[in-house]
């Protein structure tokens, strides 16, 4: 158990729609990362908050936005989804320092129907 | 953030050392090598890291080379449960950039 909290686990929808992935860190770590896999594909950086700024964009769409809230949880929302879209989409947190390591959750499986 | 070279694919008996490696030429002095691996749809699960020094915890070993231009990841006693894709990349202290993870090693441990 890394002690990342990801939910839901699964979430089905249909194009057009809008969801909102939700990731609870670690305690005490102060770094969120996400990150979306989809099938056969490596890890894709989404973007990563510090303390409730951003600090990292990757190659995060414009439909996709994402925020840390003050007591640290973060969510992924994604509009306007498209088949594409299916995806795992992963969270990470880190203590904050750089150097540290990212623990990963169990992540969220999103399929657009 | 500097790139990372891994061998698409490999395989290891069980019980014997599984060796990773990985080059990172560009590497600079203030990037680390982290190594992660992912288990079928799992999510990624940290295993190690070091800046120049060898390092060893009770999951594997990583050696960095003198230069720090490549280093290797050492299961010493791989079982079946290894089988996963490992990542090795790199990243800077201090600042914020973006997390590149390549595509990896497939390692499969074979009976």
């Known amino acids: 158990d890394s002690g990342v909290t990801q939910t839901p686990k699964h979430l089905i929808t249909a194009t057009g729609q809008r969801v909102t992935l939700r990731c609870s860190p670690r305690?005490?770590?102060?770094?969120v990362y996400w990150y979306q896999q989809s099938l056969d594909q490596g890890l894709q950086f989404l973007i990563q908050?510090?303390?409730?700024?951003?600090?990292a964009k990757g190659n995060i769409l414009e439909r996709f936005s994402a925020q840390q809230f003050p007591d640290l949880h973060s969510e992924l929302n994604l509009s306007s989804l498209e088949l594409g879209d299916s995806a795992l989409y992963f969270c990470?947190?880190?203590?904050?320092?750089?150097?540290?390591?990212?623990?990963f959750g169990d992540g969220t499986r999103l399929s657009i129907l | 953030d500097a790139k990372t070279t891994q061998p698409t694919s490999m395989d290891c008996a069980e019980g014997r050392a599984a060796n990773l490696p990985c080059n990172h030429s560009?590497?600079?002095?203030?990037?680390?090598v982290y190594w992660y691996r992912q288990i079928h749809s799992q999510g990624p699960q940290y295993i190690i890291h070091?800046?120049?020094n060898n390092e060893t915890n009770e999951m594997a070993s990583l050696i960095i080379t003198e230069d720090r231009k490549s280093s290797t990841l050492i299961l010493p006693h791989a079982t079946l449960r290894d089988t996963a894709v490992y990542y090795c990349?790199?990243?800077?202290?201090?600042?914020?950039?973006?997390?590149?993870f390549g595509t990896g090693t497939k390692l499969q441990v074979i009976p």
């Open positions: 990470a947190s880190s203590a904050g320092q750089d150097n540290q390591p990212q623990h």
């Open positions: 305690s005490g770590d102060l770094s």
């Open positions: 908050y510090y303390n409730g700024e951003e600090r």
């Open positions: 560009t590497i600079s002095g203030n990037e680390y």
């Open positions: 070091g800046l120049k």
């Open positions: 990349i790199v990243r800077v202290t201090g600042g914020y950039q973006k997390v590149t």
